[in-house]
């Protein structure tokens, strides 16, 4: 099945760089999303990944791969929650899988 | 472009009571979806229309029912609420999946609807 894991909470100084990761297994090709949610604010885009854009895809079935996304020298107003998520195309069902870890929270401490 | 437009912001339900969240969009896009959000859940998708005509459930549609009114708008409704249904409702459409490449395209979101049932 699809599934997408992804580490609760990381603090750190700001200046600092963070990696956060995005650990998933998918059926078929995958294409890796991250959205930043700041309070009271739609979902943004920071990050899409597909085959087309990444040496990281073999093909389909992929077990326990990981998609990070990396902040430099962060400030206090990068504070938010990082959301992975992964989505599966299945052509022969004319549908896609959906499906977004549980979120990052990263907070930045002056 | 307003993008994607939830209503309401805010409700508060009693057990029992119906209601509909309405979503709409003006990017003329083909694909609508809607989430839930809880602490330490991330987001779960509950349904999705790939096209107008079109809706398919997602990882937790029971209790809930949805209409692909036209290209814009697709609701979303609980017939009679439970408390586990308070949540976080979150409205996106997207460009249908390309033909081509099998990769997905961007989700663009709605700000939420914060629904609370007593």
């Known amino acids: 099945s699809n599934s997408v894991k992804q580490t609760g909470q990381i603090t750190v100084s700001e200046g600092a760089s963070v990696t956060m990761n995005c650990t998933y297994t998918?059926?078929?090709?995958?294409?890796l999303f991250w959205y930043v949610e700041y309070p009271s604010k739609p979902l943004q885009l920071l990050q899409r990944?597909?085959?087309?854009?990444s040496k990281n895809f073999g093909g389909g079935n992929i077990k326990d791969k990981n998609s990070p996304i990396v902040k430099y020298s962060v400030q206090v107003s990068d504070s938010a929650v990082y959301y992975c998520l992964l989505g599966v195309c299945v052509k022969e069902e004319g549908a896609q899988k959906l499906v977004f870890g549980q979120g990052t929270r990263l907070t930045i401490n002056p | 472009n307003a993008g994607v437009t939830q209503t309401p912001k805010f409700q508060v339900l009693k057990t029992g009571q119906s209601m509909t969240l309405q979503c709409a969009q003006d990017m003329n896009h083909n694909s609508m979806y809607w989430y839930r959000q809880d602490p330490g859940m991330g987001l779960r998708l509950i349904y999705y229309s790939a096209s107008e005509g079109t809706t398919d459930k997602g990882e937790v549609p029971n209790g809930y029912n949805v209409s692909r009114l036209n290209k814009r708008e697709f609701s979303l409704r609980l017939e009679s609420a439970a408390p586990s249904q308070t949540s976080v409702y979150f409205c996106a459409s997207s460009e249908a999946f390309g033909q081509g490449e099998p990769s997905v395209n961007e989700q663009f979101f709605g700000p939420g609807t914060r629904l609370t049932v007593l």
């Open positions: 990944e597909t085959m087309e854009n």
């Open positions: 998918s059926t078929g090709y995958p294409t």
